[in-house]
């Protein structure tokens, strides 16, 4: 965008706007590091399980078979599960701004053309950083679903044995 010497007069908030440039990345990035939390204890919580479940299986009834069609399909949905977790937590990367660039490209602003551009940015990568929440929101919500398939067939498995 080129300056216009009667923009700063017709758009005065961006002052007011610039304060919340650095908070927005702050803000974003605590809702990045939940929702991959999420996927992470998700992820603990179902080997935890998946780990004891037969143990304990095994204990109660030391005749049953691992090899049930129930059993199986309990175990491709673990794996399902951890899949999606994995994708999850390694795809995608919080998007900040790039010093060097302002470096290289943005000293020569004036102060308010900086921070009209330090705000247009600063909106662009909320709206890929809100993406890539939402995208790890999904695949908690897919892995969640993934766990409860796995618990339903380990409890046919065990109760059908």
């Given at each position: 965008m080129t300056d216009d010497s009667t923009f700063p007069a017709k758009y005065p908030g961006v002052f007011v706007a610039y304060d919340f440039v650095i908070p927005s990345y702050g803000w974003m990035l605590a809702r990045v590091e939940a929702a991959e939390s999420r996927i992470h204890i998700l992820q603990v919580f179902a080997v935890s399980l998946t780990f004891a479940a037969p143990a304990a299986a095994k204990s109660l009834d030391p005749a049953i078979s691992f090899t049930a069609g129930r059993f199986v399909i309990a175990m491709v949905?673990?794996?399902?599960?951890?899949?999606?977790?994995?994708?999850?937590?390694?795809?995608?990367?919080?998007?900040?701004?790039?010093?060097?660039?302002?470096?290289?490209?943005?000293?020569?602003?004036?102060?308010?053309?900086?921070?009209?551009?330090?705000?247009?940015?600063?909106?662009?990568?909320?709206?890929?950083?809100?993406?890539?929440?939402?995208?790890?929101?999904?695949?908690?919500?897919?892995m969640l679903g993934a766990f409860l398939v796995e618990l339903l067939f380990l409890f046919a498995w065990f109760v059908t044995a």
């Amino acid at each position: 965008m080129t300056d216009d010497s009667t923009f700063p007069a017709k758009y005065p908030g961006v002052f007011v706007a610039y304060d919340f440039v650095i908070p927005s990345y702050g803000w974003m990035l605590a809702r990045v590091e939940a929702a991959e939390s999420r996927i992470h204890i998700l992820q603990v919580f179902a080997v935890s399980l998946t780990f004891a479940a037969p143990a304990a299986a095994k204990s109660l009834d030391p005749a049953i078979s691992f090899t049930a069609g129930r059993f199986v399909i309990a175990m491709v949905a673990f794996v399902g599960l951890m899949v999606l977790g994995m994708w999850g937590r390694v795809d995608g990367a919080v998007k900040v701004a790039d010093p060097s660039k302002l470096r290289e490209q943005w000293l020569h602003l004036s102060e308010w053309e900086f921070k009209k551009n330090a705000v247009w940015w600063a909106g662009d990568h909320f709206a890929t950083n809100r993406r890539l929440v939402e995208k790890k929101w999904w695949i908690a919500v897919w892995m969640l679903g993934a766990f409860l398939v796995e618990l339903l067939f380990l409890f046919a498995w065990f109760v059908t044995a």
